[in-house]
């Protein structure tokens, strides 16, 4: 097992930390939670956590991620403090040495539509279907993955198990018998570069247009994007979450867990819409709305107050 250094730590955080304590020796070929880190784990302790003294005093993590608070002079020659203004997001960024991506390659149960265009070093995990459709560079396509026709996947892209991207979506109209007749879905689908995609997860074709999945946005487990939806840059659609048709989020949203938005609505940019709300008008830029209906977190508040009082 591979054992990484504080050289390693420095040269992940660009050196923009501090090394305090006992780091001549120090290494780490793990990361556990604090309480049950082994002496070769690393650990991290958040800004601000009362007990901070007691996590140092039990913890046999050698290497600890903190902020200037957490050091204590007790605890320097025995430990090594890394020191950094973002403990969370040190962390993760060091621990991404831990991680073990798969190796490029198509998995030889995985069936590629004779003219799709496959970019370099991707992966295409067991039992994936591609259809005539685009994956460019660095992209990881894990098992079980079904990819339609008019797919186009940008680079640096992760789709995890079990997801479907590009199926029709629900659209239909009734006839003069009031009979359904499906409206055809001709569009496709754009995932930019930077995406990732949960598992379980369906992301409809367009009817007419593209559904767009924008630069940098984090789609959870178990979501439904809808046909025609655009989901802006670096935005975050979190598990259960349900977006209707023709729906547009902006930049830097957070849809919170179950969240249901409803077609052809607009939510803003830096908007946050809360855990199970039921959003039926447009949202402005950075607003946060909660509840059923979902309205400004304001006016939920002060509704919650009034039920409270009855």
């Not at 003294?53 to 991620?65: D, Q, Y």
């Not at 831990?98 to 590629?112: S, Y």
């Not at 993955?145 to 659209?171: E, L, P, Q, R």
Request: with cysteine.
């Amino acid at each position: 097992m591979k054992k990484y250094k504080v050289s390693d730590i420095s040269g992940v955080l660009s050196n923009s930390c501090l090394v305090k304590g006992n780091s001549e020796n120090a290494y780490f070929t793990n990361a556990k939670p604090i309480l049950e880190c082994n002496n070769e784990s690393i650990a991290w302790i958040a800004k601000g956590r009362n007990d901070a003294e007691k996590l140092l005093k039990e913890t046999s993590a050698p290497i600890i991620v903190c902020d200037s608070e957490v050091l204590t002079k007790d605890y320097e020659s025995s430990k090594c403090f890394i020191i950094v203004e973002n403990p969370r997001l040190s962390f993760l960024r060091v621990i991404s040495l831990l991680e073990q991506k798969p190796q490029p390659g198509i998995h030889p149960t995985a069936f590629i539509h004779p003219e799709a265009r496959l970019g370099s070093d991707i992966y295409i995990g067991p039992f994936v279907y591609v259809g005539n459709s685009s994956i460019d560079d660095n992209t990881i396509i894990h098992g079980h993955v079904y990819i339609y026709d008019n797919v186009k996947i940008g680079k640096n892209v992760i789709v995890h198990a079990g997801t479907v991207i590009g199926s029709d979506g629900f659209g239909y109209s009734r006839n003069e018998k009031n009979e359904f007749e499906k409206f055809p879905h001709v569009g496709g689908v754009e995932i930019h570069n930077y995406v990732e995609i949960g598992a379980n997860s369906c992301i409809d074709r367009g009817t007419l247009g593209n559904t767009i999945i924008k630069e940098g946005a984090k789609i959870d487990n178990l979501v439904h994007i809808a046909h025609n939806v655009q989901v802006g840059r670096h935005s975050a659609v979190i598990a259960n979450a349900m977006i209707g048709g023709s729906t547009k989020i902006g930049n830097n949203s957070w849809i919170s867990p179950s969240a249901i938005l409803r077609d052809t609505i607009s939510v803003g940019n830096d908007t946050t819409i809360g855990m199970g709300a039921l959003v039926t008008k447009d949202v402005p830029d950075h607003e946060t709305w909660a509840g059923s209906p979902a309205k400004p977190l304001k006016e939920f508040l002060e509704l919650q107050k009034k039920l409270r009082n009855l």
